[in-house]
């Protein structure tokens, strides 16, 4: 997906990425604890601050955003939102590709965790080749295994 493309986040995105954040994630964290919009909004200063997060363009229209974060043996993918309206376009698969080329170019798995309520989320994740190594209350751990 060649008009496809990643921008590192600047400090003026952080109101596009809650409100991204807002729009494709609310209904399953109602579904889990319930919104509470404070707490979310504080919870993503912290998370905005902390992580390297990437805007998500589709011919240079911000849509996404994704955050994914390296250790020594792993690629963690933290976080990765699509506006609605996007969704279902091969977008997220595409972003997806990229992050597990790139762990595969450095032969480490791929690890994230989804909402266990995000049923939709986690057949995504299977279908791209990951698979449940663990579980909380909330969350499934899922992995892909470097090619």
């Not at 699509?82 to 170019?105: F, T, V, W």
């Amino acid at each position: 997906m060649e008009e496809l493309s990643l921008r590192k986040a600047r400090a003026n995105d952080s109101e596009f990425v809650f409100a991204v954040k807002k729009a494709a994630f609310r209904e399953y964290v109602e579904q889990t604890w319930g919104w509470d919009d404070g707490y979310q909004q504080e919870l993503h200063n912290r998370r905005f601050a902390a992580q390297d997060v990437c805007i998500i363009q589709l011919y240079e229209v911000d849509i996404g955003f994704l955050a994914v974060s390296h250790t020594s043996d792993t690629l963690k993918v933290n976080q990765l939102f699509i506006l609605p309206e996007y969704q279902g376009k091969g977008i997220d698969s595409a972003c997806m590709n990229r992050i597990i080329d790139d762990a595969n170019l450095e032969q480490k798995p791929v690890v994230l965790q989804v909402l266990k309520v995000n049923t939709r989320g986690i057949a995504f994740y299977q279908r791209l080749g990951f698979t449940i190594i663990g579980e909380s209350a909330t969350h499934v751990q899922m992995e892909k295994l470097p090619e």
